[in-house]
């Protein structure tokens, strides 16, 4: 933020209007370059968002394993995985839980969101304190959590990104998504400085403190934009409603089935840490850490699919062929140059990495375009409430990538992993793209 001394007003007046001027040509740019129809625009949005937090956490890891040898990156990074798996089965999926129900809450939304605030927060908190006392038997590679100062940042982080999470949610639900794309350039950042600053004070626990500052932060940044601006003007533009239906069985059945999806996200960086030891979860973190981008990007095409769907419940067809039409073809050259330079990309790390990751993020490359059709066929479902169709999906996800990784990091190391992911993705993905009748043409059109 910009700040003038008191005692120049007269150049503290042409400082702000420089700064508008700015800030308005930086606006104007991104609304030229953004489509203008709603449902790609939110979704470009979130994925900017999403790739600029990728490349910022790439920076931040390429320091961290510049800073800190591989065996703290790796423990490291598999308590950053625990906090991120705990702070999402507490946070009860109630960031899609918004992105579903807001835009049709009126004058009930700040109300939605504090509720679900205070119980992710609080389910959190819980989760990440039942984890701590299994620590011993579940994830002895973690004990360092076991000390108090480790262990209290450690159960902050998790309760905070629970908050962090369900308010991406509620930014992308109240018609502000451009504010998701400035407070992960926030923690981003924040994370960077608290990183140098921690390695400069020879900390052990460096990578997991600036995690839990910057997520203080982007917190208090972000939520001072929603509750006092944003959900005022959307409360205002939309009379109250009355409740939708069943609103609480949907939070639970969808709750339910995102466990799942975000159990084959996370355990599988504690089971690399578990078989292969914490140099060898090192390089799997990194490969991870990138090649998970174009799952976030599918992802949120989706979520705004969702939010559109609120809407325009009758354009849900069209818009799912859209977004499958329009996300496969970026999808695909993401994909190309991932494969193409994923020895290069890695090199930035070390030439460990480059040699140990190269394969595993390749084949998450490919698995990223089978993804794409899973995860639009999970938000059709969402979308029109047939959560069992939702849940058998994720669930089919979970067990296949568990099983396989499994099975395969003993014989394959590493690589086993990215086996595992693009052999899962390709088994639910086939029958998704020979029979789309079955999930996204409604049975009133099919009988047509």
């Known amino acids: 933020m910009n700040t ?16 508008r001027s700015f800030t308005g040509a930086l606006r104007a740019g991104m609304a030229a370059a953004l489509p203008r129809e709603p ?58 839980f918004l992105v579903r129900f807001v835009p049709s809450a009126g004058r009930r939304t700040r109300r939605l969101v504090l509720i679900c605030y205070t119980v992710s927060a609080s389910f959190s908190l819980l989760a990440a304190l039942v984890f701590l006392a299994l620590v011993p038997v579940a994830a002895p590679g973690l004990d360092f959590l076991l000390v108090p100062v480790t262990g209290g940042c450690f159960v902050a982080a998790t309760a905070g990104y629970a908050v962090f999470v369900i308010q991406d949610g509620a930014l992308t639900a109240v018609g502000r998504p451009g ?3 400035t407070e992960n ?20 626990t460096g990578i997991l403190l600036s995690w839990v500052g910057a997520l203080v932060v982007s917190l208090v940044v972000a939520n001072a934009v929603l509750l006092y601006r944003a959900v ?54 990194l490969a991870w850490s990138i090649g998970y981008v174009p799952y976030l990007l599918a992802r949120n095409m989706g ?35 991932l494969v193409a330079a994923a020895p290069q990309i890695l090199a930035l790390f070390g030439a460990a990495y480059s040699e140990e990751g190269s394969t595993l993020l ?31 999906l994720q669930l089919t996800l979970c067990v296949l990538v568990l099983v396989l990784t499994h099975l395969l990091l003993p014989r394959l190391g590493v690589t086993g992993a990215g086996v595992a992911w693009l052999v899962a993705e390709c088994v639910i993905a086939l029958p998704l793209l020979a029979w789309p009748s079955r999930w996204l043409v409604p049975a009133i059109e099919r009988s047509s």
Not at 185 to 204: D, E, N, R
């Open 39 to 96: 449902l790609l625009r939110t979704g470009h949005l979130l994925a900017v968002s999403s790739i600029i937090n990728a490349g910022l956490g790439s920076v931040f890891w390429l320091c961290a394993t510049r800073w800190y040898d591989a065996e703290v990156v790796g423990l490291s990074y598999s308590a950053i995985s625990a906090t991120l798996l705990l702070a999402g089965i507490g946070q009860l999926n109630l960031s899609d």
């Open 362 to 392: 390749r084949l998450l490359a490919l698995s990223a375009l089978p993804n794409l059709l899973v995860s639009v066929a999970i938000d059709v479902a969402r979308a029109r409430r047939r959560l069992r169709w939702a849940v058998g």
């Open 303 to 337: 979520t705004s699919l969702v939010v559109e769907s609120v809407r325009r419940p009758e354009r849900l067809v069209e818009q799912g062929l859209r977004v499958l039409r329009h996300s496969g073809l970026l999808m695909l050259g993401l994909s190309v140059v």
């Open 185 to 204: 350039m926030i923690f981003a950042c924040a994370k960077i400085l608290l990183l140098a600053m921690g390695a400069a004070l020879a900390l052990f």
């Open 232 to 285: 005022p003007q959307h409360e205002r533009k939309a009379p109250a409603t009355a409740a939708p239906p069943r609103m609480l069985g949907y939070a639970a059945v969808d709750w339910f089935g995102s466990l799942f999806r975000l159990a084959a996200y996370t355990l599988v960086p504690l089971m690399v840490l578990n078989h292969l030891g914490a140099e060898q979860s090192a390089y799997f973190s």
């Open 179 to 181: 504010w998701v794309v």
């Open 4 to 19: 003038t001394p008191a005692t120049g007003s007269a150049k503290g007046t042409t400082a702000r209007a420089g700064g």
